[in-house]
Antibody
Framework: EVQLVESGGDLVQPGGSLRLSCAASGFTFSSYWMHWVRQAPGKGPVWVSRINNDGSSTSYADSVKGRFTISRDNAKNTLYLQMNSLRAEDTAVYYC?????????WGQGTLVTVSS | EIVMTQSPATLSVSPGERATLSCRASQSVSSYLAWYQQKPGQAPRLLIYGASTRATGIPARFSGSGSGTEFTLTISSLQSEDFAVYYCQQYNNWPKTFGQGTKVEIK
């Protein structure tokens, strides 16, 4: 079964940092591009970042560029999102998703709350 | 950035009835359009890609149509498990943008 499991979400103060992880199983992780998508309460999903299959190419939404870093460890079948200089508007459930034609599947999500 | 606009925001439908959801793109996305279903507390699930191709395991009562800037998701006969929020997403241009969603609720 193809599965993605996120972890690392927490309550953090504005200006703080957090690293999210996404453990993949059931497919050849190193063959796929991967994404992070976030969803604020009551809002639609918003794409955050993507990484190609070998980690040599990345891109980011303007809202997180310079603050967030996506990376992957294909030996560990794990995707990461390092989030620095966090702001209140970064509060959301963060999902990892595999790049297919569309995003499929998604993980169950991990909640990041930025508040003092 | 391509803006995706969904209508209506909420659709009230009785079980067994047909539901028609709309999605409009601010510029052409060809057929690079996906639909997702999201139930409370769950992640979105891919329903349709390429505007009209059902994803693996998706029942035939779900169908998609359209190209360019106008798209439609039709649920032919609503089942209890279909009451959820539906999002469209374009993947023709970066960033891959989503609509704000249509909530399908029980009438």
């Amino acid at each position: 079964e193809v599965q993605l499991v996120e972890s690392g979400g927490d309550l953090v103060q504005p200006g703080g940092s957090l690293r999210l992880s996404c453990a993949a199983s059931g497919f050849t992780f190193s063959s796929y591009w991967m994404h992070w998508v976030r969803q604020a309460p009551g809002k639609g999903p918003v794409w955050v970042s993507r990484i190609n299959n070998d980690g040599s190419s990345t891109s980011y939404a303007d809202s997180v560029k310079g603050r967030f870093t996506i990376s992957r460890d294909n030996a560990k079948n794990t995707l990461y999102l390092q989030m620095n200089s966090l702001r209140a508007e970064d509060t959301a459930v963060y999902y990892c998703a595999r790049d297919m034609i569309g995003f499929d599947p998604w993980g169950q999500g991990t909640l990041v709350t930025v508040s003092s | 950035e391509i803006v995706m606009t969904q209508s209506p925001a909420t659709l009230s439908v009785s079980p067994g009835e047909r539901a028609t959801l709309s999605c409009r793109a601010s510029q052409s996305v060809s057929s690079y359009l996906a639909w997702y279903q999201q139930k409370p507390g769950q992640a979105p699930r891919l329903l349709i890609y390429g505007a009209s191709t059902r994803a693996t395991g998706i029942p035939a009562r779900f169908s998609g149509s359209g190209s360019g800037t106008e798209f439609t998701l039709t649920i032919s006969s609503l089942q209890s498990e279909d009451f959820a929020v539906y999002y469209c997403q374009q993947y023709n241009n970066w960033p891959k943008t989503f609509g704000q969603g249509t909530k399908v609720e029980i009438k």
